[in-house]
Each structure stands twice: as C-alpha cells, then as structure tokens.
C-alpha cells in the first residue's frame, strides 16, 4: 500500500522556520520525483519545490532563498525547510511522488501568522 505521509504543520510566526518531512512507503522511493504542493485558502495547488532522483532542485520563485528541498533516500523520506516564513505561505503542503504513477499525501495546514 503506497503511502506519503507529512509531519505535522502547524502554527509559526512571521519570520519563523519550519521543517516538514514526507515519510514515503509501498514503492520504491528513490527513483521517483519529490516534490511539494501548497494550497492557500481559495486557491489552486501550486508547485512549491521538487527534487530528482539525482538531487537537482527547482523551486517557485516566491520560495527562493527560504526554502530547502531534501530527500534521504536511505530513509525514504523528503524535507522541505522552510525559513523567514510569510503568511503568504500559508497553506495545506502536500507531498508528491511522480514517475509514470502520481502519488499524493493527505496534505499538512502550515499558518504563518503573529
């Protein structure tokens, strides 16, 4: 049975970190692409970062700068560190693991507010 599970999200200030990490089970995690979703409240599921296989990284240009994508393979598991958070990064943040088959987390609500 193939899984993504999110560490839990939760509530952060402005200016604050946050690390999430996505658990992955029931398939073989280290050829697939990792990436990680947001969706604020009223929009669409946006790209926030993926890494390959290989360990290249892309992020969305409002994420830059701020935000690290990892993954460790041994452990099967993804990162995303999140630092100098905005509210604007409020969202739920799924992860995705994507090579032929899509497979998606149940999702984490990260709230950036004083």
């Known amino acids: 049975q193939v899984q993504l599970v999110e560490s839990r999200g939760g509530l952060v200030q402005p200016g604050g970190s946050l690390r999430l990490s996505c658990a992955a089970s029931g398939f073989t995690f280290s050829p697939y692409i990792m990436s990680w979703y947001r969706q604020a409240p009223g929009r669409e599921r946006d790209l926030v970062a993926t890494i390959s296989p290989g360990g290249i990284t892309n992020y969305a240009d409002s994420v830059k700068g701020r935000f690290t994508i990892s993954r460790d393979n041994a452990k099967n598991t993804m990162y995303l560190q999140m630092n100098s958070l905005k509210p604007e990064d409020t969202g739920v943040y799924y992860c995705?693991?994507?090579?032929?088959?899509?497979?998606w987390g149940k999702g984490t609500l990260v709230t950036v507010s004083s």
């Open positions: 995705n693991a994507r090579r032929g088959q899509n497979y």
